[in-house]
């Protein structure tokens, strides 16, 4: 959760007896936190997020519920989205949120051209994280065409951070997955990576870079289309290069 990721940090305050104060507070947020049944903190994650609709400010009034609910709700988006990517890790919860509906708020905030970068960036990255070798989340993205989604947002993302992180997602779907690798090839991801492979900003290459070798080693034809694409360019610039 996005409470405990606050209180690591805040340890390294420690002796000040501030930092201490700070960090205990954090402590007990997140506890308080992980009181809430797991299903229902990921509908009421859901709900915030849908509220906010994917702007960068604090989500939504809180619910008459618990403390824990009231300050969960004073998250800003990319909190919760923390918070999330922390949960789908778990190969459960990422199946519990696709259940709940969570699915498609990620790939709202993805496609949504007003969404905060990152907002855009918190939501590729969770959906990365819970359809990594997750057989039905792999389905269900895919199903719902979230590789052209990505490809879009790759093109789109105003930031590298928001491109790198639609790529990681990317690679969570095309790879260990026949229908999402044919999605990929054929709704131009050959294309798009090679032009992210030639970017000047290196997190976006590099994740571009990481899935053409993974398809590559998967899928001796999917790596002779990257090469056919124009592949060869971009890496051997990236290798001259040091990048």
Aim: aromatic share 4%; with cysteine.
């Amino acid at each position: 959760a996005a409470a405990p990721r606050r209180a690591r940090r805040e340890c390294a305050t420690f002796p000040n007896p501030s930092g201490a104060s700070l960090f205990f507070a954090r402590l007990t947020e997140a506890l308080e936190h992980f009181s809430l049944d797991g299903v229902k903190r990921m509908q009421e994650v859901k709900r915030l997020l849908d509220d906010q609709g994917g702007k960068g400010g604090a989500a939504g009034p809180p619910p008459p519920s618990t403390a824990a609910a009231a300050s969960a709700s004073s998250s800003s988006p990319a909190d919760l989205l923390d918070e999330l990517v922390d949960a789908v890790a778990s190969i459960d919860a990422a199946r519990d949120w696709v259940l709940v509906g969570g699915g498609g708020t990620l790939l709202r905030l993805v496609s949504n051209p007003e969404s905060d970068p990152a907002v855009a960036a918190g939501a590729a990255h969770a959906i990365g994280v819970a359809a990594a070798c997750n057989e039905p989340v792999q389905d269900w993205f895919v199903g719902e065409g979230a590789v052209g989604t990505l490809l879009a947002a790759v093109d789109r993302g105003a930031t590298a951070d928001a491109r790198a992180k639609a790529w990681l997602a990317l690679g969570a779907l095309a790879r260990h997955c026949d229908r999402g690798a044919a999605a990929f090839m054929s709704d131009g991801g050959p294309a798009a990576l090679v032009a992210a492979a030639g970017e000047d900003a290196a997190a976006p290459a590099r994740k571009a870079l990481h899935l053409a070798a993974a398809m590559a080693r998967e899928r001796p034809a999917a790596g002779v289309a990257l090469v056919d694409a124009g592949l060869l360019a971009p890496l051997c610039a990236a290798l001259q290069g040091g990048g």
